[in-house]
Protein backbone atom coordinates (compact mmCIF):
# COMPACT_ATOMS: atom_id res chain seq x y z
CA UNK A 1 0.00 0.00 0.00
CA UNK A 2 2.87 2.60 0.52
CA UNK A 3 3.87 1.71 -2.38
CA UNK A 4 0.94 2.35 -4.31
CA UNK A 5 0.41 5.56 -2.28
CA UNK A 6 3.80 6.74 -3.14
CA UNK A 7 3.63 6.03 -6.66
CA UNK A 8 0.32 7.62 -6.68
CA UNK A 9 1.68 10.94 -5.21
CA UNK A 10 4.74 11.05 -7.67
CA UNK A 11 2.14 11.00 -10.44
CA UNK A 12 0.03 13.37 -9.07
CA UNK A 13 3.00 15.73 -8.93
CA UNK A 14 4.35 14.98 -12.37
CA UNK A 15 0.42 16.37 -13.55
CA UNK A 16 1.03 19.47 -11.00
CA UNK A 17 4.36 20.16 -12.86
CA UNK A 18 3.03 19.77 -16.13
CA UNK A 19 -0.28 21.99 -14.79
CA UNK A 20 2.91 24.61 -14.18
CA UNK A 21 4.44 24.17 -17.51
CA UNK A 22 1.20 24.23 -19.38
CA UNK A 23 0.03 27.23 -18.08
CA UNK A 24 3.05 28.87 -18.71
CA UNK A 25 2.79 27.64 -22.64
CA UNK A 26 -0.69 28.83 -22.61
CA UNK A 27 0.17 32.32 -22.32
CA UNK A 28 2.49 32.17 -24.68
CA UNK A 29 -0.43 30.53 -27.15
CA UNK A 30 -3.47 32.57 -26.39
CA UNK A 31 -0.95 36.24 -27.10
CA UNK A 32 0.20 34.90 -30.03
CA UNK A 33 -3.31 33.31 -31.19
CA UNK A 34 -4.70 37.41 -30.26
CA UNK A 35 -2.10 38.62 -32.70
CA UNK A 36 -2.85 36.45 -35.72
CA UNK A 37 0.49 34.64 -35.36
CA UNK A 38 1.26 31.73 -36.96
CA UNK A 39 2.10 28.89 -34.21
CA UNK A 40 4.11 26.19 -35.25
CA UNK A 41 3.78 23.51 -32.90
CA UNK A 42 2.71 23.77 -29.10
CA UNK A 43 4.31 21.11 -27.19
CA UNK A 44 4.44 20.29 -23.51
CA UNK A 45 7.71 18.26 -22.06
CA UNK A 46 11.04 17.46 -23.78
CA UNK A 47 12.54 15.50 -25.37
CA UNK A 48 11.13 12.06 -27.24
CA UNK A 49 7.33 12.51 -28.13
CA UNK A 50 5.12 10.45 -26.29
CA UNK A 51 2.15 10.98 -29.25
CA UNK A 52 1.28 14.41 -31.49
CA UNK A 53 -1.62 15.74 -33.46
CA UNK A 54 -1.45 18.11 -36.92
CA UNK A 55 -4.41 20.16 -36.92
CA UNK A 56 -4.52 22.69 -39.66
CA UNK A 57 -1.54 25.20 -38.62
CA UNK A 58 -0.27 23.32 -35.42
CA UNK A 59 1.11 20.12 -34.25
CA UNK A 60 0.32 19.36 -30.47
CA UNK A 61 2.57 17.51 -28.71
CA UNK A 62 3.25 15.71 -25.14
CA UNK A 63 6.47 14.82 -24.22
CA UNK A 64 8.72 12.23 -22.53
CA UNK A 65 10.38 14.54 -19.56
CA UNK A 66 8.49 16.91 -17.51
CA UNK A 67 11.01 19.41 -17.65
CA UNK A 68 9.83 22.56 -19.98
CA UNK A 69 7.68 23.13 -23.00
CA UNK A 70 7.44 25.35 -25.80
CA UNK A 71 5.03 27.53 -28.23
CA UNK A 72 7.39 27.28 -31.87
CA UNK A 73 6.52 30.84 -33.41
CA UNK A 74 9.19 31.06 -36.00
CA UNK A 75 11.49 33.14 -33.69
CA UNK A 76 14.59 31.30 -35.42
CA UNK A 77 13.82 31.95 -38.71
CA UNK A 78 13.06 34.91 -41.47
CA UNK A 79 10.39 34.45 -43.68
CA UNK A 80 8.46 36.84 -46.01
CA UNK A 81 4.91 35.26 -44.61
CA UNK A 82 3.57 38.06 -42.60
CA UNK A 83 1.81 36.42 -39.50
CA UNK A 84 4.96 34.99 -38.75
CA UNK A 85 6.65 35.98 -35.43
CA UNK A 86 9.42 38.25 -36.69
CA UNK A 87 7.20 39.76 -39.06
CA UNK A 88 5.04 40.99 -36.45
CA UNK A 89 5.22 44.65 -34.40
CA UNK A 90 8.06 44.33 -31.76
CA UNK A 91 5.30 45.50 -29.09
CA UNK A 92 3.16 42.67 -29.97
CA UNK A 93 6.13 40.47 -29.67
CA UNK A 94 7.31 41.83 -26.46
CA UNK A 95 3.62 40.98 -25.12
CA UNK A 96 4.09 37.43 -26.03
CA UNK A 97 7.28 36.35 -25.05
CA UNK A 98 6.43 37.85 -21.05
CA UNK A 99 2.80 36.50 -21.43
CA UNK A 100 4.21 32.80 -20.12
CA UNK A 101 6.11 34.40 -17.38
CA UNK A 102 3.24 36.47 -16.28
CA UNK A 103 0.75 33.65 -16.12
CA UNK A 104 3.28 31.81 -13.99
CA UNK A 105 3.39 34.93 -11.59
CA UNK A 106 -1.09 34.73 -11.60
CA UNK A 107 -1.10 31.44 -11.15
CA UNK A 108 1.43 31.56 -8.49
CA UNK A 109 -0.95 34.11 -6.40
CA UNK A 110 -4.21 32.52 -6.95
CA UNK A 111 -2.30 29.19 -5.11
CA UNK A 112 -1.54 31.54 -2.56
CA UNK A 113 -5.65 32.52 -2.07
CA UNK A 114 -6.23 29.17 -2.22
CA UNK A 115 -3.26 27.78 0.25
CA UNK A 116 -4.13 30.60 2.79
CA UNK A 117 -8.19 29.80 2.10
CA UNK A 118 -7.52 26.19 3.30
CA UNK A 119 -5.88 27.31 7.05
CA UNK A 120 -8.40 27.70 9.90
CA UNK A 121 -7.17 31.55 10.44
CA UNK A 122 -4.58 33.90 8.69
CA UNK A 123 -1.24 33.89 10.93
CA UNK A 124 -0.22 37.69 11.65
CA UNK A 125 3.07 39.23 12.68
CA UNK A 126 2.20 40.16 16.19
CA UNK A 127 3.06 38.29 18.82
CA UNK A 128 0.62 36.62 21.20
CA UNK A 129 2.29 34.36 24.11
CA UNK A 130 5.34 33.04 24.57
CA UNK A 131 6.73 29.15 25.49
CA UNK A 132 7.97 28.69 28.98
CA UNK A 133 11.53 28.32 28.02
CA UNK A 134 11.33 31.70 26.02
CA UNK A 135 14.57 33.65 26.06
CA UNK A 136 13.15 36.57 23.63
CA UNK A 137 11.01 37.27 26.92
CA UNK A 138 13.73 39.24 27.80
CA UNK A 139 13.22 41.87 25.30
CA UNK A 140 9.86 41.00 23.76
CA UNK A 141 6.25 41.42 25.01
CA UNK A 142 2.90 40.07 24.10
CA UNK A 143 1.14 42.30 21.19
CA UNK A 144 4.42 43.43 20.09
CA UNK A 145 4.30 43.31 16.15
CA UNK A 146 7.76 42.28 14.43
CA UNK A 147 8.39 44.53 11.44
CA UNK A 148 11.89 44.52 10.75
CA UNK A 149 15.10 41.90 11.51
CA UNK A 150 18.27 42.31 10.77
CA UNK A 151 17.45 45.12 7.98
CA UNK A 152 14.43 42.88 6.17
CA UNK A 153 11.45 44.21 6.33
CA UNK A 154 8.89 41.62 7.76
CA UNK A 155 5.86 40.31 6.47
CA UNK A 156 4.89 37.25 6.80
CA UNK A 157 5.43 34.29 9.70
CA UNK A 158 7.63 32.80 6.69
CA UNK A 159 9.93 35.88 6.65
CA UNK A 160 10.39 35.48 10.59
CA UNK A 161 11.58 32.29 10.27
CA UNK A 162 13.91 32.45 7.75
CA UNK A 163 15.43 35.65 9.21
CA UNK A 164 15.89 33.46 12.66
CA UNK A 165 17.67 31.06 10.74
CA UNK A 166 19.37 32.75 8.39
CA UNK A 167 20.24 36.39 9.73
CA UNK A 168 21.97 36.40 12.85
CA UNK A 169 23.47 39.56 14.13
CA UNK A 170 25.78 37.48 16.69
CA UNK A 171 25.75 33.55 17.54
CA UNK A 172 27.36 33.18 21.23
CA UNK A 173 27.66 29.76 20.65
CA UNK A 174 29.43 29.25 24.37
CA UNK A 175 26.12 30.64 26.06
CA UNK A 176 23.74 29.20 22.82
CA UNK A 177 22.51 32.16 22.09
CA UNK A 178 21.59 34.39 18.72
CA UNK A 179 21.10 37.68 18.98
CA UNK A 180 19.14 39.55 16.44
CA UNK A 181 18.33 42.98 15.65
CA UNK A 182 14.67 43.84 15.37
CA UNK A 183 12.33 46.52 15.01
CA UNK A 184 8.87 46.05 16.24
CA UNK A 185 5.38 48.04 16.70
CA UNK A 186 4.75 48.81 20.48
CA UNK A 187 1.94 50.84 21.80
CA UNK A 188 1.70 52.32 18.72
CA UNK A 189 5.53 53.66 18.23
CA UNK A 190 8.25 51.94 16.59
CA UNK A 191 10.84 50.42 18.93
CA UNK A 192 14.28 49.02 18.03
CA UNK A 193 15.68 46.36 19.60
CA UNK A 194 18.11 43.29 20.33
CA UNK A 195 16.57 40.36 20.56
CA UNK A 196 18.46 36.85 22.12
CA UNK A 197 16.88 33.37 21.16
CA UNK A 198 17.83 29.87 22.21
CA UNK A 199 20.20 28.42 19.26
CA UNK A 200 21.54 24.91 19.14
CA UNK A 201 24.98 24.71 17.51
CA UNK A 202 24.76 22.94 14.41
CA UNK A 203 26.20 21.75 10.96
CA UNK A 204 24.42 23.99 8.95
CA UNK A 205 25.47 26.68 7.16
CA UNK A 206 24.90 29.25 9.62
CA UNK A 207 26.19 26.79 12.39
CA UNK A 208 23.35 27.27 14.44
CA UNK A 209 19.96 26.22 14.54
CA UNK A 210 17.25 28.74 16.42
CA UNK A 211 14.69 27.99 19.13
CA UNK A 212 11.46 30.39 17.59
CA UNK A 213 9.77 30.67 21.27
CA UNK A 214 6.74 32.30 20.83
CA UNK A 215 3.46 32.45 18.69
CA UNK A 216 1.66 34.98 16.91
CA UNK A 217 -1.91 36.00 17.14
CA UNK A 218 -4.31 34.74 14.03
CA UNK A 219 -6.41 36.98 11.75
CA UNK A 220 -9.86 36.11 10.78
CA UNK A 221 -10.72 35.49 7.19
CA UNK A 222 -12.76 37.52 4.95
CA UNK A 223 -12.19 38.21 1.28
CA UNK A 224 -10.03 41.23 2.00
CA UNK A 225 -8.15 39.44 4.51
CA UNK A 226 -7.65 36.76 2.40
CA UNK A 227 -6.54 38.80 -0.78
CA UNK A 228 -4.12 40.93 1.86
CA UNK A 229 -2.96 37.70 3.14
CA UNK A 230 -1.71 36.44 -0.33
CA UNK A 231 -0.35 39.45 -1.45
CA UNK A 232 2.06 39.43 1.17
CA UNK A 233 2.75 35.46 0.72
CA UNK A 234 3.30 36.17 -2.78
CA UNK A 235 5.93 39.21 -1.87
CA UNK A 236 7.50 36.97 0.59
CA UNK A 237 7.82 34.03 -1.60
CA UNK A 238 9.50 36.08 -4.64
CA UNK A 239 11.62 37.85 -2.37
CA UNK A 240 12.72 34.72 -0.85
CA UNK A 241 13.74 33.64 -4.71
CA UNK A 242 15.80 36.80 -5.44
CA UNK A 243 17.60 35.99 -2.11
CA UNK A 244 18.42 32.65 -3.49
CA UNK A 245 19.94 33.45 -6.36
CA UNK A 246 21.59 36.65 -5.00
CA UNK A 247 22.95 33.54 -2.75
CA UNK A 248 24.14 31.32 -5.61
CA UNK A 249 25.55 34.12 -7.20
CA UNK A 250 27.46 34.88 -4.20
CA UNK A 251 29.32 31.85 -3.21
CA UNK A 252 26.34 31.12 -0.18
CA UNK A 253 25.07 28.18 -2.06
CA UNK A 254 26.69 25.83 -4.40
CA UNK A 255 25.95 23.20 -7.19
CA UNK A 256 24.98 20.74 -4.28
CA UNK A 257 22.17 22.95 -2.77
CA UNK A 258 20.57 23.04 -5.81
CA UNK A 259 17.46 20.81 -6.84
CA UNK A 260 16.09 20.47 -10.10
CA UNK A 261 13.10 18.15 -11.55
CA UNK A 262 14.23 14.83 -9.46
CA UNK A 263 14.20 16.84 -6.50
CA UNK A 264 11.27 18.66 -6.91
CA UNK A 265 9.02 15.83 -7.92
CA UNK A 266 10.29 13.93 -4.62
CA UNK A 267 9.99 17.12 -2.09
CA UNK A 268 6.54 17.30 -3.46
CA UNK A 269 5.68 14.18 -3.19
CA UNK A 270 6.49 13.88 0.14
CA UNK A 271 4.51 17.16 0.81
CA UNK A 272 1.32 15.58 -0.83
CA UNK A 273 1.75 12.86 1.59
CA UNK A 274 1.99 15.18 4.32
CA UNK A 275 -1.29 17.36 3.33
CA UNK A 276 -2.93 13.76 2.95
CA UNK A 277 -2.11 12.94 6.23
CA UNK A 278 -2.88 15.74 8.27
CA UNK A 279 -5.23 18.65 6.38
CA UNK A 280 -3.32 21.33 7.95
CA UNK A 281 -0.60 20.43 5.83
CA UNK A 282 -2.56 20.90 2.62
CA UNK A 283 -1.58 24.36 2.66
CA UNK A 284 2.31 23.42 3.00
CA UNK A 285 2.13 21.60 0.03
CA UNK A 286 0.06 24.89 -1.99
CA UNK A 287 2.71 26.65 -0.12
CA UNK A 288 5.54 24.81 -2.12
CA UNK A 289 3.14 25.05 -5.62
CA UNK A 290 3.00 28.71 -5.47
CA UNK A 291 6.71 28.95 -4.78
CA UNK A 292 7.70 26.52 -7.69
CA UNK A 293 5.10 28.30 -10.04
CA UNK A 294 6.35 31.81 -8.79
CA UNK A 295 10.08 30.88 -8.98
CA UNK A 296 9.50 29.58 -13.21
CA UNK A 297 7.88 33.22 -13.78
CA UNK A 298 10.33 35.37 -12.11
CA UNK A 299 13.18 32.31 -13.54
CA UNK A 300 12.53 32.93 -16.90
CA UNK A 301 12.46 36.62 -16.81
CA UNK A 302 16.28 36.89 -16.28
CA UNK A 303 17.89 38.01 -19.48
CA UNK A 304 19.61 34.19 -19.59
CA UNK A 305 20.53 33.06 -22.82
CA UNK A 306 17.80 30.99 -24.33
CA UNK A 307 15.16 32.20 -21.41
CA UNK A 308 11.87 34.39 -22.06
CA UNK A 309 13.82 37.74 -20.82
CA UNK A 310 17.49 36.68 -23.22
CA UNK A 311 14.16 36.87 -26.18
CA UNK A 312 12.66 39.92 -24.32
CA UNK A 313 16.25 41.73 -24.31
CA UNK A 314 17.07 41.01 -27.92
CA UNK A 315 13.42 42.68 -28.76
CA UNK A 316 14.07 45.89 -26.50
CA UNK A 317 17.72 45.64 -28.46
CA UNK A 318 15.51 45.77 -32.05
CA UNK A 319 12.97 48.53 -30.36
CA UNK A 320 16.14 50.92 -29.49
CA UNK A 321 17.80 50.44 -33.11
CA UNK A 322 15.03 50.16 -35.38
CA UNK A 323 16.78 46.76 -36.47
CA UNK A 324 16.11 43.31 -35.59
CA UNK A 325 19.25 41.25 -34.91
CA UNK A 326 20.01 38.41 -37.29
CA UNK A 327 17.74 35.17 -36.66
CA UNK A 328 20.94 33.04 -37.06
CA UNK A 329 23.04 35.09 -34.62
CA UNK A 330 20.15 35.39 -32.23
CA UNK A 331 19.86 32.06 -32.50
CA UNK A 332 23.14 31.03 -31.45
CA UNK A 333 22.85 32.63 -28.86
CA UNK A 334 20.09 30.82 -27.32
CA UNK A 335 21.38 27.64 -28.83
CA UNK A 336 25.02 27.96 -26.70
CA UNK A 337 22.15 29.33 -23.78
CA UNK A 338 20.52 26.42 -23.79
CA UNK A 339 23.16 23.97 -23.98
CA UNK A 340 24.54 25.28 -20.73
CA UNK A 341 20.96 25.23 -19.02
CA UNK A 342 20.55 21.52 -20.30
CA UNK A 343 23.97 21.12 -18.61
CA UNK A 344 23.63 22.49 -15.79
CA UNK A 345 19.93 20.17 -15.73
CA UNK A 346 22.35 17.12 -16.10
CA UNK A 347 24.45 17.54 -13.15
CA UNK A 348 21.56 18.88 -10.57
CA UNK A 349 19.56 15.78 -11.51
CA UNK A 350 22.71 13.37 -11.07
CA UNK A 351 23.16 15.36 -7.18
CA UNK A 352 18.99 14.73 -6.56
CA UNK A 353 19.66 11.26 -7.83
CA UNK A 354 22.48 10.31 -5.58
CA UNK A 355 20.90 12.35 -2.30
CA UNK A 356 17.86 9.69 -3.17
CA UNK A 357 19.24 6.87 -3.22
CA UNK A 358 22.28 7.78 -0.22
CA UNK A 359 20.69 10.56 1.50
CA UNK A 360 23.25 12.97 3.71
CA UNK A 361 23.65 11.49 7.38
Known amino acids: MDILSNILNVLITILVFFGIILIHEMGHFLTARAFGMKIYEFSIGMGPRLFSKRTKTTTWS ?19 DPDDFRNKPVWQRMIVIVAGAVMNLILGFAVCIVSICTDDAIATTR ?28 WTTMDISYCLQNKAAKFDEEQGVAYFDM ?56 RLIWISFADLITGTYGLNDLSGPVG ?34 IFNLLPIPALDGARFLFLVIEAIRRKPIAAEKEGWVHFIGFAALMLLMLIVTFNDIVKLIAPPQ
Do not use: C
Not at 70 to 80: H, N, P
Not at 272 to 278: A, H, M, Y
Open 62 to 80: FKLLPIGGAVQLGEDFESD
Open 127 to 154: LSEFYDTAVSTEVLMPDDEITEINGMPI
Open 183 to 238: KVKRGGETVALTVPFKAVASDGRTGYSVVIDFKVWAEHKDPLTVTAAAARMFMTES
Open 264 to 297: VVTTMASALEQSRLNIMSLSSFLTLVALITINLG
